[in-house]
């Protein structure tokens, strides 16, 4: 998701949202932005829900253009990690780790953080300068035994060049 509005700040904003009013003031200020795509009217927060319904929810059923629900993003949480089609512990992508609990109160700050890491953050250098890629994989590969690991359906997810939309690769 390629949009002016997906950027460093917006990340920045999330990952210093509940110690600070002024993180948390931009956050909702970019957030509830009206835009218009496509002729359509909708926000950067529906935006970014349905950016995450595409990237990480097909799987689940996820119907094009809607948008990612609680229940969808509390669900692939922790399916997100960086690195090689195996599981790698140097590279496991513990975005999870800001939100220990993911519900109504923050699931759109939690897919906000994946897809602004995406565009602008820490993820975003990793993949440009370290050639890594997001990996979409089972719930927990520190579950799976090592056979199931090395069988494990995993989807990488490419970061946009400017003005494209980020796409499954």
């Known amino acids: 998701m390629a949009h002016p509005y997906i950027n460093r700040e ?6 210093h949202f509940e110690e600070s009013d002024a993180a948390q003031e931009y956050y909702y200020r970019v957030m509830d932005t009206e ?5 359509k009217r909708d926000t950067v927060r529906g935006q970014i829900l349905r950016t995450y319904a595409m990237l990480f929810c097909d799987d689940m059923g996820a119907v094009a253009g809607q948008k990612a629900t609680v229940q969808d993003v509390e669900a692939t949480a922790d399916r997100l990690y960086l690195g090689e089609a195996r599981f790698d512990p140097r590279h496991w992508y513990r975005m999870r780790y800001h939100f220990p609990v993911i519900d109504e109160d923050n699931y759109d700050r939690f897919a906000a953080l994946v ?7 820490c993820l975003h250098d990793a993949a440009k300068e370290g050639g890594e890629m997001l990996l979409v994989g089972a719930a927990n590969p520190l579950f799976l035994s090592a056979e199931e690991r090395q069988h494990q359906d995993l989807r990488t997810v490419s970061l946009p060049d400017s003005g494209e939309e980020g796409q499954r690769a």
Request: aromatic share 6%; proline share 0%.
């Open 115 to 121: 897809i602004s890491d995406l565009n602008a953050g």
């Open 35 to 39: 835009i218009e795509r496509g002729g």
């Open 10 to 15: 917006l990340y920045e904003a999330i990952l």
